[in-house]
């Protein structure tokens, strides 16, 4: 890593994070962190621009407005067909195969079910919400899993009736509810069971979610997934097909995987011994850590693919039972990387700090509704000009929103130009997983538009809401 050319105090005396170094030239764009079709302009009237798509932000800009949310569709769906065939190909010979269940919570809306469902991918849905947006979008009711610790009855019979492949039994409470609904549906309703393998996987607290602390699963150490799957066999309604377990989001250590894999493989072999049941399916969940900054650095869908394949084949072979068919659902790795955040910047204030430093604050018309992470998980990002280029002198800078708190914060800390000024684009990438999908409309800010954009043409797959949208709910 470099340091900044004002000397490495310059950033370290903020106590900025130790991943902020400047790029050579901060008109770059590092492409870990980007669209593949990413790309600052050369020459020509858009000289300097940023382009997603082949589309300039400014037309963005100028034709959506901002704040906007852009999502490259063919980044995008590139990184969901690597998942998807990365995974048959390991796991060809090993079962024939996997499946990946995209996880819709990351970022879904209907075009993107569709594309989904053109592209060979499965749909997780966790509630009845995803699973409208599954249905409207053309997705093939048995290629959807239904996922959710606290199902309602109606999402449980909607899920039921509409076919979905698999009911995801998240606690005692939905095995008798699913079989219920599949009585009066006339179906046998396929489930796999949930399971808390006890692993602490190394990420944020909020999102690791197969430790015993949590509200998610069945724990496997305490004996209730076990016990799980004897009463869902008693159920003749339902079909097992398997053992499910996602040990958390953001997600670089393949250790955590494996040894979940590993937990959950010997209780797939201990259910064959005690019920002479052998269970067809294993779903490992999904968790794929994406780079928000350049000190991430991702496994490839290949490399993960292989990675896995070889710790289940190899603990099946010890366990003396055949592969069970895999599933994966990946949300993170493949929305995030493909999606942008487009923002125009509204004021500039430059604050004193300790030892002659100072740190710029550069406010931009959206924030903490549009994008929570930062707050949530203080999770970092990136941000550039994207507008124009600019040979300024970097400055360390605060990118933050409009929003009534001071923990209102985009990026926490970020080196922009020192002629940054009101009125100037600023684009914020790796926002396409979490963002849209948790936005809120904090302060009666109405959520920004979701644009496709793909072969120099944009597109809105989600319109911006307005204040009457915001004043139509309200009926007091
Ligand atoms: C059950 C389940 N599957 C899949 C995912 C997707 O995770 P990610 O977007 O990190 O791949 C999540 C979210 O963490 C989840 O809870
Ligand atoms: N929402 C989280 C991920 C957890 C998702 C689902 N279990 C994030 O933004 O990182």
């Not at 979610?209 to 339902?238: C, I, M, N, W």
């Amino acid at each position: 890593m470099r340091a900044h050319p004002a000397g490495p105090q310059h950033a370290a005396g903020l106590g900025g994070p130790g991943w902020l170094s400047e790029p050579d030239d901060p008109n770059d764009l590092l492409p870990a962190l980007w669209p593949s079709t990413a790309r600052r302009l050369s020459g020509g009237s858009a000289d300097g621009v940023v382009s997603v798509g082949g589309v300039p932000v400014t037309e963005l800009a100028a034709e959506h407005g901002t704040p906007a949310y852009i999502v490259d569709e063919a980044d995008f769906r590139a990184r969901a067909t690597a998942f998807r065939d990365a995974f048959a190909e390991a796991f060809a010979d090993a079962c024939g195969g996997a499946d990946v269940y995209y996880a819709a919570k990351a970022f879904t809306c209907t075009a993107v079910a569709r594309w989904l469902a053109e592209d060979g991918l499965r749909y997780d849905a966790c509630t009845g919400g995803e699973l409208a947006v599954a249905l409207r979008g053309g997705t093939d009711p048995a290629h959807v899993l239904l996922h959710g610790n606290n199902k309602s009855d109606e999402e449980i019979v909607r899920a039921v009736r509409a076919g979905v492949g698999k009911v995801v039994v998240d606690g005692f409470h939905d095995i008798d509810r699913t079989a219920d609904a599949a009585r009066e549906a006339g179906v046998r309703q396929g489930v796999l069971i949930r399971t808390t393998v006890g692993v602490e996987a190394h990420t944020h607290d909020y999102i690791a979610t197969a430790h015993e602390d949590q509200k998610f699963g069945l724990s496997l150490a305490s004996g209730q997934a076990a016990e799980a799957v004897r009463r869902v066999l008693a159920r003749p309604e339902l079909e097992l097909r398997g053992l499910h377990s996602h040990i958390g989001s953001q997600i670089f250590d393949v250790s955590g995987f494996e040894v979940a894999a590993r937990r959950l493989l010997g209780l797939h072999a201990q259910v064959l011994a005690e019920h002479g049941v052998e269970m067809p399916e294993i779903d490992l969940g999904g968790g794929f850590g994406i780079a928000y900054t350049t000190q991430d650095a991702p496994l490839s869908p290949a490399d993960l693919a292989r990675g896995m394949a070889e710790v289940v084949t190899a603990a099946c072979a010890q366990l003396g039972v055949a592969v069970p068919k895999v599933s994966i659902e990946p949300g993170r790795a493949i929305a995030g990387p493909a999606g942008v955040t487009l923002y125009r910047v509204g004021s500039t204030k430059d604050v004193a700090l300790d030892g002659g430093l100072q740190r710029r604050y550069v406010a931009v018309d959206g924030g903490m509704s549009d994008n929570i992470r930062t707050a949530l998980y203080d999770a970092d990002y990136s941000a550039t000009l994207g507008g124009r280029r600019s040979t300024a002198s970097p400055v360390l800078s605060r990118v933050v929103g409009k929003h009534c708190e001071s923990g209102d914060v985009v990026v926490k800390d970020e080196f922009l130009p020192d002629d940054l000024a009101a009125g100037d684009l600023l684009v914020v990438p790796a926002t396409g997983a979490y963002c849209h999908s948790m936005a809120s409309q904090y302060n009666h800010v109405p959520r920004p538009p979701v644009v496709a954009v793909k072969d120099g043409v944009s597109r809105v797959l989600v319109r911006r809401e307005t204040e009457d949208d915001l004043l139509a709910l309200d009926v007091g």
